[in-house]
């Protein structure tokens, strides 16, 4: 081999051993225990502790996630009550180069399911919890993330759970300090059915929470920002997507 030859393998393996080393020190890592203690606490206005963290290995990793650790937390003055926290590292996305730091936590999503849950089977009003298990796949739902609650309505019973529903998110801002200006990993979808309508017939209306599209009677569109969940406004919203299905 010619020396000006090996010099240019050289030179090419250094370049490549100096990408890659630059690459890995971009790669921002997950947070730390005490990290994860602090955000909670500022979130939710109560001390809380980290019991347990592990890295979530590549084999359970979605699409597009480079790392994720998740962690088991306990609030310091109800520690029988503990709930999963996650710190996620995303790759490219929407074609931009680059890492997102993400984190998701399953305090308030657990307070939901409960709160709920029994509101509306007291009302006599079908509901149903769905697990989402981001950023990981493959995993027992136990890890779950995010929650998907499913509620089926009709013209005899869509203004008790509109009422059922402001009054449990009511309850569940005030025991968890958020605000209807905080976004969450969770979101009602509601089932609306007529009797009159064909087999399967469906109108679906959606509430991410707290952040969500409320329809506005006086303007007549809709308007982006924190969620105005009172009975009457979910009612209207859900009613106008009625009718822009039926008009």
């Known amino acids: 081999m ?11 393996l250094s370049i490549m051993i100096f990408v890659m080393f630059t690459f890995a020190s971009c ?11 602090n955000y909670l606490q500022e979130r939710y206005g109560m001390p809380f502790e980290v019991i ?5 290995s590549d084999e359970h990793l979605q699409k597009g996630v480079w790392a994720a650790k998740v962690y088991e ?3 310091q003055d109800n520690p029988d009550n503990p709930f999963w926290a996650y710190s996620i590292i995303s790759g490219e996305t929407g074609g931009v180069p680059g890492f997102q730091e993400g984190f998701l936590d399953t305090y308030a999503l657990k307070e939901m399911e409960e709160i709920l849950g029994k509101d509306l089977e007291t009302a006599g009003i079908s509901v149903e919890f769905i697990y989402e298990i981001y950023p990981c796949k493959d995993m027992d739902e136990k890890y779950f993330s995010g929650l998907r609650i499913l509620i089926d309505v009709g013209p005899d019973n869509l203004r008790l759970a509109c009422e059922t529903v402001s009054t ?41 929470l707290f952040y969500w599209m409320n329809w506005d009677d006086e303007e007549e569109e809709y308007f982006w920002g924190p969620l105005d969940f009172s009975a009457e406004t979910l009612e209207k919203t859900i009613l106008h997507e009625i009718e822009l299905k039926y008009q």
């Open 52 to 56: 347990d963290a592990q890295r979530i």
């Open 73 to 75: 937390v306990i609030p």
């Open 168 to 208: 449990a998110l009511q309850e569940l801002l005030d025991k968890t300090a958020l605000t209807n200006k905080n976004k969450t990993s969770a979101y009602i979808s509601f089932y609306y059915r007529d009797e009159s309508w064909e087999e399967g017939e469906v109108v679906l209306a959606m509430f991410y």
């Open 2 to 12: 010619k020396k000006g030859t090996t010099l240019v393998i050289v030179i090419g």
């Open 27 to 37: 790669v921002p890592l997950p947070m730390s225990n005490r990290e994860v203690e």
